[in-house]
């Protein structure tokens, strides 16, 4: 499959819409990353491009062609989900051969073929082991093997790490992007994880309620979110914000503060300000950083960094930063921000372009 | 993974339908058709609508039979569902011990019906059989063949012997599929035994103990074989339940009709109770 | 609240242990203090769990001691440790409204019942569960019931210990921030003593003042978060704590310093390692420098990741990973040093010496 395009693909199911209204192209060789909390619809998009449900409204087209009925025997697909599946009696050699002993591959190839993928996988060690008494990173690779064997051309993987423990994701999702290039298939990959949507990189739609609010580039999702919902999807931790009104060259934020803003396009009126964690400095950055009163409610300490959780007037924030802050809760602190480093929407929530953009506009 | 689509998949299902229809639809036509026509023999056979219906269910006879049925299944349920219940807990969850309890609970399940009620009439002969024997050495005046009372006290504790197995084996299965960290997590809280019983076993038992309950009601509403062969409905008619009373009918004294429409009846009651306690436990469900 | 002791504690699942290997727990002696907020961290099958499950009691353990301020509990049941505990997945009481969820443990302990409103109230207010109060618990989500699972945990106020069971498997990450921080807050308040196992590392570190980093049944180190990222005393810990973890890159000894392929590294003292023991250097991303000056590297990968780039270098064949900020970039010609006081030195995995004094 070269190309996969929704158009306007919606899901309604009792009465709810689980899907609504997506639209989206996904080109060969493609890493796309579903980003969204639990219930965000991510589950159901995935069964929606793989046919195992059919839309409500709206096609699905794939190299050209309309596939929106068509059910997924006869779709060229593979998916992984988050448990590990395997068949538990069969040895890992035959459990990553058996996509191609349907499909009647000769012996040859399977041989090949199996050997390849197990390579690709580090699982050439284990190949006579059957599945229960492997790790669960091995038995997710093995899972993960089969899907890539069937020379699918849509490869669908449903939070395929999150039953992990930490480190191994860490190091599967290492591995993930370079197994993805050489395939050359559409990958499509749902997590409901920031870090791990910016660690695997390529394209990320965020979802909310059904909605995919932005798709594009990882890196530029995460930097330029057109509206709020999308900031806060792609944000852990959770994204600071601050009601603001804009007059002038002034920005006036909601705990007091006033900063320079140079922003000619943007007209004065309400605003929403938005800036990440770890923007936020306890001490001044740059010539222009803004100082801010703040009080601590509490301190969580990584070892290399620390998150700081403040109030500031009636808003909750969190600092991260480097080095080791252990500050005790009610302490009162002067926090510095870089104006270059807000996110602006409007009332209803749409971005109106970074501080930064507008100024370089300018 | 992988599912090759075809409509090969409806010839296997074929022959289950096949057999259905033969063992359950068939039949069951046949009844209604003779439930509502008249026959002198010779195949010939007039209709007569909703008569045979009525007929049965004015009779005393029947009313008869119908209060024994209740009075025997509400019994049997009464004593069989806790009686299940108390087994399955009693049970050790693991090891070897779980495995002989499980077959030594399956083993009164697999004897026929009709070696059951044979076993049980010479186990309760007052003469030669153990227990009638034995109740009688001990001083209790017992003899099932003559005392209405000693008859039902037979089939009663015959069929507790024969189906709480089903029981237990229900409510063991419910049981084994509770998480280990319900356990812990209840004795950290300080849970008492009964509290654990009441608010963890019950409602994780409550889907297979409502499926214990309607398939011994239906069972015992139809019960035939085994009271028949203990005691042939007497002495007297005393346990001449539903069933016993339907085949004397048809077959005593040929009355198909009759027969037949009480068949209808006891079918349609079976299926009312159990939609109307099916749908009312799984309501409490929801609230 | 208590004090725990564990006394030479060690544990075998299977009957008659022989080896060391047979146990799967090995020889664990410490004291943890009264109030503290410790958490066990380590990769699955590092014993934490059977650790936790020898201090609620769930496990008696096939040696050794466990102490509560100085009474021995180790043939106590966990009902009679007086201790809350809270599980990976889930355990609510289906057909309980979730108020009555919370004040279960209180009422199986004949509180009276004026007390017991007032308790749930507050739990409830502090989880932020009041929106469900008076709901049963069997249709909410499952982040919802594992609130409640927490919140069974904390209502009581007199217990010894508080045990956390990786608490936060099943909970979306941005409800992970909310409730890791309202535990580290409701720690600082009420100053339980907490145990909490994890696999995390941003979990265990963020949530406890000391942290006990579990591996093959052992404890390889037991520290604060700081001590931990910045003096490793395994390489497994330098492994584990730190995302990505620390480079661990073999050397040989060089008078006062090592050599790393064609380079030699300076030390404050020579290397005091053994003959034939494995002799590496460990250093954290953080602590590799990028620059003009230093030994020269190959870049073999650039990650960006938001706030910052994650630069895979090839050094000698190795590879090294460093960390730039959000909009530093590489240079042309990289070249790498280590800052001093980021070189541990280890031989056969355990820290001998470091690269400042």
Known sequence: MSTLELRSVTKVAGGETHIDAVSMTLEAGSLNVLLGPTLAGKTTLMRLMAGLEKPTAGNVIADGRDVTGEPVQKRNVAMVYQQFINYPAMSVYENIASPLRVAGADAATIEREVKKAAELLRLTPYLDRRPLNLSGGQQQRTALARAMVKKAGLVLLDEPL?????????????????????????????????????????????????????????????????????????????????????????????????????????????????????????????????????????????????????AAGEERWTMLTHGVHDLDPGTELTVWLEPRHLLLFDPSGRSVASAAHAARAA | MNKTWNNRAWFMVLPVLLIVALNAVIPLMTVVNYSVQETFGNNLFFFEGTKWFEEVLASERFHAALGRQIIFTMTILAIQIPLGVIIALAMPKSGVW????????????????????????????????????????LGFSYN???????????????????????????????????????????????????????????????????????LRFMDSFMIYTEPFVLTGGGPGNS???????????????????????????YFLMTLLVCWVFYTYTMKGDEA | MARIDLEHIRHAYGAAPKSADDYALKE?????????????????????TTLLNIISGLITPSEGRILFDGQDVTQLAPEDRNIAQVFQFPVVYDTMTVADNLAFPLRNRGMNEADVQKRVRETIEMLDLGAHANRK?????????????????????????????????????????????????????????????????????????TVVVMYGGEIVQIGTPQELFERPSHTFVGYFIGSPGMNVLPVQADGAGVRLGSHHIPLPKP????????????????????????????????????????????????????????????????????????IGIYADSWRIGGGSR
Not at chain 1, 247 to 266: C, E, I
């Open chain 1, 162 to 310: 999150a039953n992990l423990d930490y480190k191994l994701r860490e190091e599967l999702r290492a591995e993930l992007p370079r197994i993805f290039a050489e395939s050359g298939a559409i990958f499509v990959y749902a997590t409901t994880e920031p870090t791990e949507a910016l660690l695997l990189g390529g394209n990320t739609a965020t979802l909310d309620r059904g909605r995919v609010t932005q798709f594009g580039r990882t890196v530029d999702v995460f930097r330029a979110p057109v509206d709020i919902v999308t900031a806060q999807t792609f944000s852990d931790p959770p994204m600071n914000t601050v009601a603001a009104v804009k007059q002038g060259d002034r920005l006036a934020l909601n705990t007091g503060v006033s900063m320079p803003l140079r922003a000619p396009g943007l007209a004065d009126g309400p605003l929403i300000v938005g800036f990440r964690p770890h923007h936020l400095a306890p001490s001044q950055t740059a010539p222009d950083a803004v100082p801010m009163a703040a009080r601590v409610i509490v301190t969580e300490i990584t070892g290399s960094e620390s998150f700081v959780h403040l």
């Open chain 2, 98 to 137: 779980a495995s002989v309890c499980l077959v030594l609970m399956a083993l009164p399940l697999l004897i026929p019906w009709n070696v059951v009620g044979a076993m049980w009439n010479i186990f309760a002969l007052p003469d030669i059989g153990l227990l009638g024997y034995g109740l009688n050495w």
């Open chain 2, 144 to 214: 099932f063949t003559q005392e209405a009372g000693d008859a039902w006290f037979t089939i009663i504790l015959m069929d507790v012997w024969h189906w709480t197995s089903l029981v237990v084996l229900l409510a063991y299965a419910g049981l084994q599929s509770i998480d280990n960290a319900y356990y812990q997590a209840a004795r950290i809280d300080g849970a008492s035994t009964w509290s654990v019983f009441r608010h963890i076993q019950l409602p994780k038992m409550k889907n297979v103990l409502i499926i214990a309950v309607l």
């Open chain 2, 239 to 265: 346990t001449t339940l539903l069933s016993i009373d339907l085949v004397k009918a048809a077959l005593g004294e040929f009355n198909l009709g009759i027969a037949a429409a009480m068949s209808i009846i």
């Open chain 3, 28 to 48: 664990v002696h410490h004291v943890w203090r009264d109030g503290g907020a410790y958490a066990l961290l380590g990769p699955s099958g590092c014993g934490k």
């Open chain 3, 137 to 209: 618990a069997q249709r909410l989500t499952a982040d919802l019931k594992q609130k409640i699972s927490l919140g069974r945990g904390l209502v009581r106020q007199d217990v010894n210990a508080i045990l956390f069971d990786e608490p936060l498997t099943v909970i979306d990450p941005h409800m992970k921030w909310q409730l890791r921080s309202q535990l580290k807050l409701v720690h600082k308040q009420f100053g339980h003593t907490m145990v909490y196992v994890t696999h995390d590392q941003t979990e265990a570190l963020t949530f406890a003042d």
């Open chain 3, 271 to 342: 290397v005091g390692a053994s003959a034939g023991e494995k002799i590496e250097l460990g250093v954290r991303p953080e602590h590799v420098r990028v620059g003009r000056e230093g030994m020269a590297a190959r870049v073999s990968k650039v990650e960006d990741v938001g706030r910052q780039k994650i630069v895979r270098f090839s050094l000698e064949g190795q590879e090294v990973v460093a960390v730039l900020k959000e909009d530093e970039t590489v240079p042309a010609e990289p070249h790498l040093s280590f800052s001093p006081e980021g």
